[in-house]
């Protein structure tokens, strides 16, 4: 055998027998099980500090005043962070809560009493009527009895008070939009006092919202144990978020939030942690009048809410139950500006009278720690990603060498840690956190955010709540230029580092420390320039999302009924299996649940045809009804890597 190939393989073996025993030792174990969830959670962490333990003991310069030292200290300690970061959410990752047997427990009890009374607020700024009429409709057609529905308008137009006077929905305002969010709901707490009959509750909708029939319902299931202040549910979306969309995954690769709410959430749950998101919330309105309503001390009011009613002895639960569907960001500047507004709000909420460190708040060791851990993931974490792309260039350029280490070691501590740990996240997302695409959705927003901890940690007081823009036009290509100059610089300088160092004549052998920095700088290539193409924003022709269906219609024509497959479904229309009954632009009726509506062909095609329907006022209503009814599921149940793969390449080469 070749002795590079013999070396290679005699360092190499505890990583390859720590994946292989990981992958064939994840099949038998049950990711519902705790027991099972924490034996592979332990053995991530150990391997994961074994690596760590290494870096900060054998693998620094010599402790010197020079650049190598402190480039490499930095380095390492932001790397030490990030890893603490991670360990913490594993910790958590050991439970899992779902909580649908308890609802279904308790409908019959709710179902026995009197409907307590909920006020539905749907928050709004500048979001246009499409959208606001959905939301409208929406609300008012849950089967909830005993539910007022309002409109918090921050924008004070008079087209959205037409617009609630038609759907018999009420309509709030005030005259300034002083703290936000948390400001606008907090004047519509107070009006809902003056008129005499407060709610028992109030549920929070983003104006993008649409919740399902069964929302209220399902939620106030959970209200039968007093002690539960807020039920949260998870946030799902009708259209691809921009990764999805700027790298055409949006069949094969779920939204980014998909790890956050199915997986992260339900274990703070078990944790007794979980926290309000904002929408698609229920709260009960008593305790949240006690605290003087929405926190207004950051802009995430939704996670301080949850920690000020728990100081006075209120949990948050988490339903884990696609009982809502929004819009997520529909472009990179809006994608961007939310994860900053997040990060911002959590460093204004550590610095403030709820951080970890004030002792004096009655915040529990659990709160302490996930407050720690939300910080580090937003500074160190996102830190650690930009670093990663510097070092090795300043090590291939300059020869600034950060990282002391030989093949062997990589191969002996990195390569273990690495592919138990991908395997271990691997099996209990299933599949929704793979390497490369967790480090571009990182690297995408990493100088946002670390800007926005900045910003919180020096001024935390007086930060502004920067909307997330929904809607607008969407159907012309768009490059976001500003970060696509910045991303190809760190590229460029990758690129030449690289052929500097081994491409001329005289270059660097392939040995030791300058193998390691090739391997690193083209696996940097890689995460930059798929980055660089989430930056070219794709067009989106359709204003409304459709969604897959298995359902069937009745496509009536010349007095006959004729029962197709549904392909796909929007509010504004069906594209339809089989052959066309009539040309382009001849009406049709559809018989589709239980209504009847007025339709017209718009393109036929030799196996299937579209129609759009009807533009009246009834016909959204029914339409909107339809498409939100709980029977469509936008979300991608199972993730195949090879798919993925195929369509990241054909992204690339398209």
Known sequence: MNPVASTFLANAWLGIAAGGIAIASLVWLDRNNAMHRTIVCSIAIILMWRYMTWRIFTSLPEMAPTLDYGVGITFVTVEMLSMLSTTMSLFFLTRIRNRTADVEANLPWLRAQPAPRIDVLICTYNEERLILEQTIVGAMSMNYPNARVWICDDGRRNWLRQLCDEH??????????????????????????DLGEPPEFISILDADFVPRPDFLTRCMALMRDPRVGIVQTPQHFVNPDPIQGNLALSGVWPDEQRYFFDVLMASKDAWGAAFCCGTSSVVRFNPLMQIGGFPTDSVTE???????LREIGYQTVYLNEQLSLGL?????????????????????????????????N?????D?????????????????????????VLFLLFGIQAVHASVQD?????????????????WMTQARVVPIMADVSQLIAAHSVLRAVVAGLLRPVGQKFKVTAKGGNRDVRFVEWSLLKMLLGYLVLTIVAVISAFGWDGGWSLQESSSIALFWSWYNILILTLTCFVCIEQPRKRKAERLQSGDRVGVCWNGETRWHPILDISTSGLRIEGRPPA??????????????????????????????????????????????SSRYNPSISEVQTDKLIKAVLVRAFR
């Not at 709030?172 to 969010?181: E, F, L, Q, V, W």
């Not at 500047?333 to 004030?358: A, D, M, N």
């Not at 009655?362 to 659990?366: D, Q």
Request: hydrophobic content about 45%.
């Open 168 to 193: 018999g929905c009420g309509y709030i305002t005030r005259r300034d939009n002083a703290h936000a969010k948390a400001g606008n709901i907090n004047n519509a707490l107070v009006y809902l006092c």
């Open 302 to 308: 939704d996670y301080l809410v949850t920690l000020r």
């Open 328 to 360: 997520a960001p529909e472009g990179l500047k809006e994608y961007i500006t939310q994860r900053s507004r997040w990060c911002l709000g959590f460093v204004q909420i550590c610095r403030g009278k709820s951080g970890p460190l004030r002792f004096q």
């Open 362 to 366: 009655r915040l529990t060791f659990v």
């Open 368 to 392: 302490r720690v996930i407050l720690s851990e939300t910080f580090l993931y937003w500074s160190a974490t996102h830190a650690f990603r930009l670093l990663a792309l510097i070092v090795p």
């Open 410 to 426: 990589v191969l002996s501590y990195f390569l273990p840690c690495f592919i138990v740990q991908m395997s271990i996240m691997g």
């Open 583 to 628: 040309e382009n632009g001849q009406p049709v009726a559809l018989q589709i649940g239980d209504v009847t509506l007025p339709a017209r062909v718009v393109r036929t095609m030799k196996a299937d045809f579209a129609v759009r329907i009807d533009d009246t006022i009834e016909a959204r209503k029914a339409m909107i009804r339809q498409v939100y």
